[in-house]
């Protein structure tokens, strides 16, 4: 069976109600003594549940579980398909395509990704863009920018780019220089390996499974591994 919240909020307060009333059994139900124990119990069941929770949000955001994955993601090719049992778009995990020529170990591929995070936390790309859910509505969501279609169709065109990642980089190192929408993304002074980290950073977090967040993002078909 699919544990949701319904079931969690069900269950809760079904033990709550029965346990109360079999501790306050013989007291009538206008006794503050009956109230007394019914509050306590409610409580210790409420407090333990958010608990359980907690530990439950832990296992299922760390890196590695069944939805968000290990860093060595970076080197497959990953695509994102619509899922109609769960009315929702998907991430798929494709063949091994490498990132910038090379397969990365899980320790290196690690290293790279938590580069890839200081630098968008020192240059505050939060300003302006928001990363999954959290930031500024001032620029495009990031969450997929990996996935969207314009590094093929447009960038890599644009910046004479021979794969997506390379067109990224570049991208990102002179996005003043290559403007595609009404407003102009300034120069942030990325230096080549910086790019490099937060290409592997945003390549990885678009594998993420969010529920198909952002909404309205397009397919993109990738071969089964
Ligand atoms: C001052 C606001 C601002 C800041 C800060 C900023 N960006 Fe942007 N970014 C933009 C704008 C505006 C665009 C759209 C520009 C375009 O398409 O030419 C953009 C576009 C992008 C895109 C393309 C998204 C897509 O799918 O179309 C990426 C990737 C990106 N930014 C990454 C970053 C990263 C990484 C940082 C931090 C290192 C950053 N941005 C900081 C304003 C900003």
Redesign the pocket.
Known sequence: MNVGWLEVVVATLLISLVVSLVLARGRHWLEPSFWKVAATITSVVMATTLVLLTFHTLSAIGMGSKRVPSPEVINMEIGYVYNPDRRAMEPVIGKKTGLFGKVWSAEEAQELITKGKL??QS???M???TLLGNGAY???D?TK?WL?P?WEKQIMPMVGASTKEDA?KIW?MN?DK????V????N?K?TEEEAKA?VAY?KWMSAIDTNGFPANFPEVKVSQQ
């Open positions: 630098v968008i240059r505050n790309c300003d302006c863009h001032y620029a495009p990031l920018a969207d314009k990224m990102l996005p290559y403007p595609t929408w407003r102009k993304m300034p942030l990325l937060v945003l």
